[in-house]
């Protein structure tokens, strides 16, 4: 015994201070085995002065003693004996100049400190190191000028509530307390995402299915708060208790956001999205609404995650206005809708394409008129104005309104009719025009549209997942998964192919046809693509695409086995090409893209590709080809 602890003992560098209280002393042997594991060991390396003090989160005296007796100027000792008594903070850590200190608090039941359980213990311990490091490279200084910055900028926002709502003392200790929980959650976030990228997923989510009781979902119960709601009014009256259930809402997202990053094919995707259908089943049940506008902080994450300070004011800024939008009664879907506008001008007008953009904002602008006029309670007037604006900016003149309510009407005298099935078809109208651009801008290798192009989608998205039951759930989820699936990749020919399959299932929601090659179809085509060294542009995919196209309508009056098939192929085919003078180098190109398109379309057998071919390329070279010059 004695060889182990000396063993363990010489592992641990003297830079590193490990302080037991309370119980934790009887932990001591097994405590230090985990700390002196090579993982734990290369991120506490950079830390000049690390200590990790473990003590019971449920009598924090003696912990309380160590930091009265810490070098530590009096404020900073003030500001971290604070810490123990937020509700929401257990374990954490603090530094000051060089110095670190890691708090581990735990309960003496704690399923963390059972011998089985030494990944979700390693886990926890990890995060809390990680926050150390990231604080040495300067990241805690960056966060608070964001926050400092946004501060300034939400209480210019708040003026807006009309005095004699609230005390205007009280207004700025709740900015306070929401701004405090709003900073700790992203450190948490930025500490997550970054275990996560060092391949270290497993021990974190260990640590939270643990700490948050999956295994005994059945004896979890949620704190309730009294938060009311209403579109238009005012109806919050004690802000404390709206601060305490926002910052409760809060509090959890670090748990399940970072997963976001994951790929749909990590071994630890499957596990993170059952921790997240745990945490908003089991968790967030109180307050219902703040708990669904978490979808719009996800989606921020997603489309702009960064270090930097432009995603640091994104967070606060959404994170603020939601509140804001919350004390008010602001509708929250024409608040999504009013976004979405902003985000596709922006989009187009840095494309220069202005008959685009109208074609992608004129529906959500309809969509916007007929949901003020079915639920006008908590829109502000000035967004009226807003929309009254760009009604006229973008000619939607008197008679074409009066054509939309006519249209309204209809569906909602139709006793299967509903708003929100007129109000989607409009919205995915939208989303359709959007996706195509979207297409033609990343075939053409531009990506650095990607990010606006998704938060554009995912926005609109959002504004339809407050239809609830009258949503289309098919619609709804697939775009929503092929949007994040996109926005997590990084490789060039992933991207494309989820894009393309992004633009043909929206278009096919609004034009369906049976010749239209399905989302397999399209894959399969873009693999062939790849094997074959095709390159991956607009031009040869609407090209592949018509070839399915044109099979798929010869598949339709003819049976497979028929002798006319493959010469009815390629003709079809060849009407396509028509007015193309094609060399020797783009014949052999078409041929291989017309082999990628007969592999991808269902129902052609392998056999019946040679035939088809056959019969195009002597139609081809017979016609087409140019003229060799003397």
């Not at 060889?3 to 003992?9: D, G, H, I, K």
């Not at 209480?155 to 307390?177: H, M, T, W, Y």
């Not at 699936?485 to 490789?491: A, G, I, P, Q, V």
């Not at 017309?594 to 071919?613: D, E, N």
């Amino acid at each position: 015994m004695y060889l182990m602890e000396t063993n363990l003992m010489k592992n641990i560098p003297n830079s590193l201070n490990i302080i037991f209280h309370n119980f934790f002393n009887e932990f001591e042997e097994h405590l230090r085995e985990i700390i002196a594991s090579s993982v734990i060991l290369s991120l506490t390396e950079p830390i000049v002065d690390l200590t990790i003090s473990f003590s019971d989160i449920e009598n924090p005296d003696e912990v309380k003693k160590f930091v009265a007796a810490l070098n530590f100027p009096q404020n900073e000792i003030d500001s971290l004996r604070r810490l123990f008594d937020n509700p929401f903070q257990t374990s954490f850590s603090y530094g000051f100049e060089d110095k670190e200190i890691v708090f581990i608090q735990l309960e003496k039941t704690s399923p963390l400190l059972k011998t089985s359980n030494n990944s979700g213990l390693k886990g926890l311990i990890l995060h809390e190191i990680l926050h150390s490091v990231q604080r040495q490279r300067g990241l805690e200084v960056r966060l608070k000028n964001s926050l400092v910055f946004s501060l300034d900028l939400f209480q210019e926002l708040a003026a807006i509530i009309p005095s004699g709502s609230f005390n205007r003392d009280e207004l700025v200790e709740f900015l306070k307390q929401i701004s405090q929980v709003a900073l700790l959650t992203l450190k948490d976030v930025y500490a997550n995402v970054e275990m996560i990228k060092r391949g270290l997923c497993s021990p974190l989510l260990d640590f939270f299915l643990s700490e948050l009781g999956f295994e005994e979902d059945s004896y979890i119960t949620p704190p309730v708060f009294h938060t009311p709601f209403k579109k238009g009014e005012i109806s919050i009256k004690n802000l404390d208790e709206f601060a305490k259930a926002f910052n409760y809402t809060l509090s959890l997202i670090p748990a399940w956001l970072p997963n976001m990053v994951l790929e749909t094919d990590s071994i630890d995707y499957k596990r993170s999205r059952e921790l997240k259908s745990f945490i908003f089943n089991s968790y967030y049940t109180n307050p219902s609404l703040i708990t669904r506008e978490m979808w719009h902080i996800e989606n921020i994450f997603l489309t702009s995650f960064s270090f930097s300070k432009s995603f640091h004011l994104k967070w606060f800024g959404a994170i603020f206005n939601l509140a804001l939008e919350y004390l008010l009664g602001e509708d929250f879907v024409f608040y999504h809708l009013s976004k979405a506008v902003e985000l596709i001008e922006v989009i187009y007008d840095s494309l220069g394409l202005a008959e685009r953009k109208g074609l992608a904002i004129i529906p959500i602008l309809k969509a916007a008129y007929i949901h003020k006029k079915e639920y006008p309670a908590g829109i502000q007037q000035k967004n009226i104005n807003v929309l009254e604006s760009m009604l006229k900016v973008y000619l939607i003149d008197e008679e074409e309104i009066s054509e939309l309510e006519e249209s309204l009407e209809e569906i909602i005298n139709n006793e299967e009719g509903h708003f929100g099935h007129f109000f989607e078809d409009l919205l995915h109208v939208s989303i359709m025009v959007l996706t195509r651009d979207f297409r033609r801008e990343i075939m053409v290798s531009n990506f650095n549209l990607l990010n606006d192009f998704s938060r554009a989608i995912l926005t609109i998205l959002q504004a339809i997942n407050y239809l609830g039951d009258a949503c289309d759930e098919k619609y709804y989820h697939m775009v929503r998964l092929i949007t994040k699936r996109l926005l997590r990749s990084d490789n060039i020919f992933k991207q494309k192919k989820l894009v393309l399959n992004l633009e043909i299932f929206t278009k096919q929601d609004i034009y369906s046809s049976e010749i239209d090659p399905s989302p397999f179809e399209v894959e399969e085509l873009l693999f062939n693509y790849d094997f074959f060294e095709i390159p991956i542009t607009n031009a040869t995919t609407d090209l592949g695409i018509s070839f399915i196209q044109s099979t798929k309508t010869v598949l339709n009056r003819v049976a497979i086995t028929d002798s006319d098939f493959p010469l009815l192929t390629s003709q079809f085919i060849n009407v396509l090409l028509a007015d193309k003078t094609l060399d020797q180098e783009e014949i052999d190109q078409l041929n291989m893209i017309l082999v990628s398109s007969l592999i991808a379309t269902a129902g052609v057998p392998f056999t019946m590709i040679q035939p088809v071919l056959e019969n195009f390329i002597g139609n081809v070279n017979l016609n087409n080809i140019k003229e060799e010059k003397i």
